[in-house]
């Protein structure tokens, strides 16, 4: 009996550092490569793919190369939470995924309960406030971004009514109450409040009910192809007020889906392609090469993940999961020293990111940045 406990603590000690061996390290992306959110699980699985490569190139990480395993979550969240597992029966060393917040709050209880180390890309105050250890963001909390769209509204557009336009889901409902919450602090009445379902078309009555309410703007909320739906919409109805969002709305994937319809659109973006920062330059022109078409946030996002992964490894010196979420909390990187994550980076005890970001708006179609905001 004891020589069967022996071996189990054995076991658990290998299984705790990780899967490096002669064949490589394997990390496991779980994406939206198929459903609603594919425009957006795509983009950032090729910013993965892009910076694995060019990790792979310089010599892996200490010494091992990626073996880069993709699961499809199908843009579901018990999928995306069955692929975790896969992920991590497969012998994954850290989980990059998911996009969608509705996805990452049910998956990441499974990571979490397996002590494995999870960067997503996802945006829903509630995934850093549920005590998880072990997840880490590339891309600010939208609890963080709300109240520079909010100042941007009041102070930039002197608008003291709005409309808010927003998807129900985990993503949606997040951004909304940190909006409304942002809104009342600063005094501003919400004479609108319209939610939409996750891939909904048809965007015609929200707008009639947007130009109806008497706002003097709009705050748009909404993932990257409903987005692009509702800027058609606002563009064939001739809706003349602003129209401002966070993260999303602008992006290039909804610039490029809009056809032109996003024109004037403005908001607050935590990275951008646009951005006069020589290493994001050199990913836009190196991904805009590979794949075909110019990355958004998500690639960015993606490509940063892989980074974090290799600089955080390499500062802990082995393949370790427990000391590499140890490492994370309270962890600063400066592009500087590890160019790989593009801005100066830090996260806290939570896993929050704390960067600086900027205000854009899109001229000629694409983002063009009016304000660089300090990080918070």
């Known amino acids: 009996m004891l020589k069967k406990t022996l071996m189990g603590i054995a076991l658990m000690a290998v299984l705790s550092v990780?899967?490096?061996?002669?064949?490589g390290?394997?990390?496991?992306?779980?994406?939206?490569l198929s459903g609603a959110g594919a425009a957006a699980g795509t983009v950032w699985r090729d910013g993965i793919?892009?910076?694995?490569?060019?990790?792979?190139?310089?010599?892996?990480?200490l010494g091992q190369q990626i073996d880069l395993k993709e699961y499809d979550s199908?843009?579901?969240?018990?999928?995306?939470r069955a692929m975790v597992q896969k992920a991590i029966d497969d012998g994954a060393y850290v989980l990059l995924g998911t996009v969608y917040s509705s996805s990452t709050v049910v998956n990441m209880l499974v990571a979490m309960q397996n002590g494995y180390p999870q960067i997503t890309g996802s945006e829903a105050p509630a995934i850093t406030e549920k005590g998880n250890p072990y997840i880490f963001r590339t891309a600010f909390g939208s609890q963080k971004g709300m109240p520079k769209i909010g100042k941007y509204l009041k102070d930039g557009l002197n608008a003291n009514k709005v409309a808010i336009a927003w998807v129900n889901s985990e993503f949606g409902k997040g951004g909304h109450d940190a909006f409304l919450n942002v809104m009342n602090d600063l005094g501003i009445e919400v004479v609108a409040d319209i939610p939409s379902e996750?891939?909904?078309a048809d965007f015609s009555s929200d707008v009639v009910k947007i130009k109806n309410s008497g706002a003097e703007a709009v705050?748009?909320?909404?993932?990257?192809?409903?987005?692009?739906?509702f800027l058609i919409e606002t563009q064939k109805q001739g809706l003349d007020i602003p129209i401002a969002g966070d993260t999303v709305l602008t992006s290039q994937k909804v610039i490029d889906l809009a056809s032109g319809a996003a024109e004037g659109a403005m908001g607050h973006v935590g990275l951008t392609a646009d951005a006069p920062i020589p290493g994001i330059q050199e990913v836009d022109k190196n991904f805009n090469a590979r794949f075909g078409y110019r990355p958004d946030h998500n690639a960015l996002k993606g490509y940063i993940g892989a980074y974090t992964i290799k600089y955080v490894t390499e500062l802990v010196g082995e393949f370790d999961?427990?000391?590499?979420?140890?490492?994370?909390?309270?962890?600063?990187l400066s592009a500087k020293d590890y160019p790989g994550v593009l801005m100066d980076i830090c996260w806290d005890d939570t896993g929050e990111v704390s960067r600086e970001s900027f205000l854009v708006k899109v001229v000629?179609?694409?983002?063009?940045?009016?304000?660089?905001?300090?990080a918070n």
């Open 364 to 374: 000629d179609g694409k983002q063009t940045i009016t304000a660089v905001l300090p």
């Open 219 to 229: 705050f748009a909320y909404m993932t990257e192809e409903e987005s692009a739906r």
């Open 25 to 32: 390290v394997t990390i496991g992306s779980i994406a939206e």
């Open 18 to 23: 990780g899967t490096a061996n002669a064949q």
């Open 198 to 200: 996750q891939g909904q």
């Open 74 to 80: 199908q843009t579901d969240p018990q999928n995306s």
């Open 49 to 61: 793919v892009l910076a694995v490569d060019e990790i792979n190139a310089a010599g892996g990480i």
């Open 321 to 332: 999961r427990e000391k590499f979420a140890e490492k994370m909390h309270g962890l600063c």
